[in-house]
């Protein structure tokens, strides 16, 4: 079965940092672009980061120099490092992974940025 759980959401004061985690099991994710996308309250889902099967990454203007996306492919484990985040970093943020017309999500961490 194929799944991809993200962890490490939750509530930060504006200028903290969190790290999110996506573990990927029921397939190999080495060969899938895996990207972060994030959602917030009213607004449409929005790419934020996205790294290539060749470590390739690519980044949203607004979090560009702050947040860093990662993989460890021999754990099947994606990351984002967030950090000087500010209140319009709040959002959903769901993990992707794509391949090929293969497009497979998770269900989505919370992070509230707020003091």
């Known amino acids: 079965q194929v799944q991809l759980v993200e962890s490490g959401g939750g509530l930060v004061q504006p200028g903290g940092s969190l790290r999110l985690s996506c573990a990927a099991s029921g397939f190999t994710s080495s060969s899938y672009v895996m990207s972060w996308y994030r959602q917030a309250p009213g607004k449409e889902r929005e790419l934020v980061a996205a790294v290539t099967s060749g470590a390739n990454t690519d980044y949203a203007d607004s979090v560009k120099g702050r947040f860093t996306i990662s993989r460890d492919n021999a754990n099947n484990t994606m990351y984002l490092q967030m950090n000087s985040l500010k209140p319009e970093d709040t959002a959903v943020y769901y993990c992707?992974?794509?391949?090929?017309?293969?497009?497979?999500w998770g269900q989505g961490t919370q992070v509230t940025v707020s003091s």
């Open positions: 992707n992974a794509f391949r090929w017309g293969r497009n497979y």
